[in-house]
């Protein structure tokens, strides 16, 4: 025993001790290969070797213009800006014969996307496209670290040239550059020059919002989909115009594990997605499993993981005929770190990276014919789906508001699908679709499967645990109107195809200057922007809580908002101008009003209120969720162009609270905030501030009693005397409430309700937080049914649990109000059809009466 114990610390030793020495190039690179000394090495250009130091995303894009510059098989293109306006790059390496055609490569592999061309292309004749896309997650370093090396490798190893011929890679070296650079940043300046490992130093825990997100602190691994920031939106053009056949897709994971490449857990794919592919990406870990066996490194394979949202960069792939791989390294998290199973240093994480980098090359080169007779018949299989499927289109819109219908339209074009706009007014089953307010989505397209994907409801599945959601169905996410369309209506309607680059719908001004005041609903997507502007101008904007009418022609709703020119100086002429400038650039229309004297209420009344321009303080830091808190800080940021206030938890304790009107409260801890903090919160909202508050949030804010918010605490009781051990992780993963999508009833007379038009709503759920209803009735605007479940999985004790409790729930407190959300209503920045209910919030809490929260 003691021996044992004694060789075990002494392989402990030798392996801190080989982690802290420098390495050179060749620890990294495979024997076997000879390299041209014309091409520039990493360590040439930077300064130091790979693993020394973390590369930030400056010097990744110093490296790889050198090596375009001095190599003939590399081309760097810039393909896009983040939002920090860093450089997107997309290297493709090649032979430099297929670098002089990539022209010709793309319209070849397009063809295979098409039934009618691609039993004529000459598939023997066709070279395999492989994507290596690396660090998502830029606090997965390995990946970005490991592209230099790749990007080296294919450039100047003597020996893949002729490999070369038959191959084009795309590569993108760093997916992320403002998370990479956040964490270069952070692990660079706390590294020691004699380091021990310890998971406790700093260096190995970075700060709030760490390295993982993007600038607005989202995680832009679940963005393929969506398309909703410029790093995907970038990237997923380049995949659809090169359909690359392998999408290998770089990750890191806990510091304890080892090694993971897919395929994962096989009951967990998405039923879209062919067996075949499960059976390639099988064929492929044959190779990943060579290469890392050769270098002794351990790995897994069909754990944990899985391949069903779509809108992952592993499983976005699958649904178009592509495979994709994720790779999982343990995680150094800086330049050392102590594990499970002994020291694990930075340029061990990069080294398994590059070597299944080099491995995917390997199976790319073998597999070629293979992998692109499977997107062949992949497509050909869809076309055959698609004639037998009796749904031949979907068709989507809302009546009342042309900007999300918009923002569905452009997401959906995004990735290579024909759309058409309507372009007369149709009725099916009783729904009215109007004309240039509605889209057609053709089944019998090359991107059927894909289009399924986006509007299919599914709520059995073979598995009851997901690694991500369970369900997204668009429409249902922007909350309009779709359905299914036969054959026979498809044809009778009057379309008209829509190109990408759909243009955002510009708005108008009926009537003319000098009226006696302005009305626009607020039903439109951005007309809280328009309200906004017009308040910044220093305009006079009420809300109206009763319906009226204008001439007996003209109904405007609830929460349509009133403009006039109040205190300020503009001429008529002016103000009408800016209405025109803010119509035309939020699409809303506003109508002119010539008489206070309407029907319904008239102009005076005291249904209306006049509105304070927002003033938000958005809690950040420690305790608090980022990719939520970012949600909110991007949509009023980037869509709203509102400015906020990112207050750090540490720094509520003596901010002064009377800058704000409106301070939200993303889900979280707010441990940070003291007694003194918690009093000045109460008193702010006593004398009439607005809290919106969301998750755990709610408990904090109940517990210091500001608000009232109670939960269900009920337990679902089970008799069993013993169950299976093996089956205690799946067990409690049954239970998880991932992310589905559920039916809720809006009271439209809310103010939280304004700009709605049906009660019936969708809105997206990942915890088991079950909010009980308000005593006072009138304080739930927004509840679940009794049958909530809408599309995805859900533990039946929790749907149990759900029915009829509110996703809602306002509490007065003194002369203001806490809004509480059970949900998220800005998910992932795509959940457009409960982002108003968030806005309402901001813009009329303020207005929402003490009698009816109490």
């Not at 983040?82 to 014969?97: A, F, G, K, N, V």
């Not at 989202?218 to 380049?238: C, G, M, T």
């Not at 992949?378 to 809302?398: E, R, S, T």
């Not at 420690?622 to 970012?630: C, D, I, T």
Request: hydrophobic residues 35%.
């Amino acid at each position: 025993m003691i021996k044992r114990i004694l060789s075990f610390c002494f392989v402990l030793v030798s392996l801190t001790s080989t982690a802290q020495v420098d390495v050179d190039l060749e620890y990294y690179l495979k024997p076997g290969y000879s390299y041209n000394p014309d091409i520039p090495t990493p360590e040439s250009v930077l300064g130091f070797q790979i693993g020394e130091w973390h590369v930030s995303h400056d010097q990744i894009y110093m490296y790889m213009k050198e090596l375009a510059e001095a190599s003939e098989r590399v081309k760097l293109e810039v393909i896009g800006r983040t939002y920090e306006q860093r450089p997107l790059m997309m290297l493709t390496i090649s032979h430099p014969d297929n670098l002089a055609k990539l022209n010709a490569i793309k319209f070849q592999r397009s063809q295979l996307r098409d039934p009618a061309e691609s039993r004529n292309v000459a598939i023997e004749n066709m070279p395999a496209v492989v994507y290596m896309g690396y660090s998502v997650h830029g606090n997965e370093p390995s990946g970005v670290n490991a592209s230099l090396l790749a990007a080296y490798h294919f450039a100047a190893a003597n020996e893949v040239e002729d490999d070369l011929k038959n191959i084009v890679i795309i590569m993108e070296p760093g997916i992320n550059p403002d998370g990479i650079n956040r964490f270069a940043s952070w692990v660079n300046s706390n590294r020691s020059i004699h380091m021990n490992g310890d998971p406790m130093n700093r260096e190995l825990n970075e700060a709030w919002p760490r390295g993982r997100t993007n600038h607005y602190w989202f995680d832009l691994n679940r963005d393929w989909l969506p398309v909703q920031h410029p790093e995907s939106r970038s990237r997923i053009a380049k995949i659809q115009e090169w359909k690359p056949n392998l999408v290998l897709d770089f990750h890191e994971m806990g510091t304890n594990s080892t090694f993971f490449f897919q395929p994962g857990i096989p009951s967990r794919n998405h039923p879209l997605t062919p067996r075949k592919n499960f059976e390639l990406t099988e064929k492929i870990a044959q190779y990943h499993a060579k290469y890392l066996d050769e270098i002794g490194s351990l790995y897994f394979t069909q754990e944990n993981y899985d391949d069903f949202y779509y809108g992952k960069g592993s499983t976005y792939p699958d649904v178009q005929g592509q495979v994709g791989i994720l790779f999982e390294q343990a995680s150094s998290r800086g330049h050392l770190q102590e594990s499970v199973n002994g020291p694990l240093s930075f340029a061990f994480t990069i080294r398994n990276q590059f070597t299944a980098s080099l491995s995917s090359f390997e199976a790319a080169v073998a597999m070629r014919q293979e992998l692109n007779n499977y997107m062949r018949d992949f497509y050909l299989d869809a076309k055959k789906d698609a004639d037998a499927d009796i749904n031949k289109a979907y068709i989507f819109g809302v009546n009342e508001d042309i900007g999300r219908t918009y923002h569905l339209a452009d997401m959906i074009l995004q990735h290579e699908i024909k759309l058409y706009g309507l372009k007369e007014d149709i009725t099916i089953n009783g729904t009215n679709f109007k004309a240039n307010k509605a889209f057609i989505v053709p089944l019998n397209q090359p991107q059927y499967r894909l289009i399924k994907g986006m509007f299919e409801t599914r709520t059995e599945f073979q598995d009851s645990l997901f690694y991500d959601v369970s369900a997204w169905t668009l429409p249902m996410a922007f909350d309009m109107q779709f359905m299914t369309l036969n054959s026979k209506i498809l044809n009778l309607a009057n379309v008209e195809e829509i190109q990408k680059g759909l243009s955002k719908p510009k708005g108008k001004v009926n009537g003319a200057a000098g009226a006696y005041g302005y009305a626009f609903e607020w039903s439109e997507y951005y007309a809280p922007k328009a309200a906004y502007e017009l308040m910044k101008k220093g305009y006079n904007v009420r809300v109206s809580h009763e319906p009226f009418e204008i001439n007996s022609e003209l109904k405007f709703s609830r929460g349509t908002i009133l403009v006039d020119k109040g205190r300020t100086k503009a001429s008529n002429q002016e103000f009408f101008e800016d209405l025109q400038a803010i119509a035309q650039e939020t699409g809303i229309t506003i109508q002119s009003v010539d008489t206070g004297y309407t029907r319904g209420i008239n102009m005076g009344s005291p249904s209306i209120d006049v509105l304070e321009i927002p003033e938000v303080a958005l809690l950040v830091d420690n305790g608090v969720s980022s990719s939520e808190a970012g949600e909110i800080w991007h949509l009023l940021d980037q869509r709203f162009e509102m400015p906020i206030t990112l207050l750090p938890t540490e720094n509520f304790n003596y901010a002064d609270l009377g800058r704000y009107n409106v301070i939200i409260f993303p889900n979280g801890s707010y441990s940070d905030i003291s007694a003194s903090g918690v009093e000045a919160l109460s008193n702010w909202v006593r004398d009439g501030g607005t809290v919106i508050a969301r998750g755990r949030a709610l408990n904090w804010l109940n517990q210091n009693k500001i608000g009232k918010f109670t939960f269900k605490t009920n337990t679902e009781e089970d008799s069993t005397l013993q169950k299976s051990y093996a089956d205690l992780s799946n067990d409690q993963g049954a239970k998880v409430t991932g992310g589905a999508i559920f039916n809720v009833k809006l009271d439209l007379t809310h103010p939280l309700g304004y700009g709605y038009s049906h009660q019936e709503l969708y809105t997206f759920r990942n915890s088991n937080q079950f909010m009980e209803p308000s005593e006072n009735p009138f304080a739930n605007p927004l509840v679940y049914t009794d049958k909530p479940l809408a599309s995805g999985y859900v533990y039946p004790f929790n749907l149990e649990q759900m029915k009829n409790t509110a996703m809602i729930r306002v509490s007065a407190h003194g002369r203001g109000k806490v809004i509480g959300f059970v949900d998220n209503p800005n998910f992932r920045a795509f959940w457009f059809g409960t982002n108003k209910l968030f806005l309402n919030g901001i813009f009329f809490g303020q207005t929402i009466s003490g009698s009816s929260a109490r």
